[in-house]
């Protein structure tokens, strides 16, 4: 399964909405240098850009890569079929896969236009080799076998 990195973004705040910046540097154990949510248990987000474009259609907004709070946007790689334990291989950095969604009852402190998917179809992910990301980047999954 190969799909492709559509957006890197991030925010100072975690109540900002992030914007994407295009490229990033993705540290082990830490997350995406310069996010609000690097350095916390769940380092970086993944939303595939297929998620917020069938919102979009069903409600009528308009929504770009980072509006829903999301670290990196994928395009062509179906997320919510990964398992835990996962290892993508983006850019030159290299992803666990540690949890599918959130569970409902825990805080998601953002919204965009009043909708939140990625608590439903964000996949979140520990850094576990350091490395540059940039828009157009291959995202490759490299290990399903469960390693935690």
Same mark, same amino acid.
Request: aromatic share 6%; with cysteine.
């Given at each position: 399964?190969?799909?492709?990195?559509?957006? +890197?973004?991030? &925010?100072?705040?975690?109540?900002?909405?992030?914007?994407?910046?295009?490229?990033?540097?993705?540290?082990?154990?830490f997350? %995406? +240098?310069?996010d &609000?949510h =690097?350095?916390t248990?769940k380092?970086? !987000?993944?939303l595939?850009i297929? !998620? *917020?474009?069938? %919102?979009?259609?069903?409600t009528?907004? &308009? =929504?770009?890569?980072? !509006?829903f =709070?999301?670290?990196?946007?994928?395009?062509?790689?179906?997320l919510? !079929?990964l398992?835990?334990g &996962?290892?993508l291989?983006?850019?030159?950095?290299? %992803?666990?896969?540690i949890q599918?969604?959130?569970n409902?009852s825990? =805080?998601h402190t953002y919204n965009y236009l009043?909708y939140?998917?990625?608590?439903?179809?964000?996949?979140?992910?520990?850094v576990i080799?350091?490395g540059? *990301?940039?828009?157009?980047?291959? *995202?490759?999954?490299?290990?399903?076998?469960?390693?935690?």
């Amino acid at each position: 399964m190969v799909g492709k990195v559509v957006g +890197v973004c991030m &925010s100072q705040r975690r109540t900002d909405p992030k914007k994407n910046v295009g490229k990033g540097f993705l540290q082990w154990g830490f997350g %995406l +240098v310069g996010d &609000s949510h =690097a350095g916390t248990k769940k380092e970086v !987000s993944l939303l595939a850009i297929e !998620s *917020i474009h069938k %919102l979009c259609e069903e409600t009528g907004i &308009s =929504a770009a890569p980072g !509006s829903f =709070a999301e670290n990196i946007t994928t395009e062509g790689i179906d997320l919510a !079929s990964l398992p835990v334990g &996962s290892q993508l291989q983006v850019g030159e950095a290299k %992803l666990m896969v540690i949890q599918i969604g959130k569970n409902p009852s825990q =805080a998601h402190t953002y919204n965009y236009l009043g909708y939140s998917i990625l608590p439903k179809e964000g996949v979140f992910c520990k850094v576990i080799e350091s490395g540059e *990301i940039k828009v157009g980047d291959f *995202i490759t999954v490299i290990r399903t076998d469960k390693v935690i």
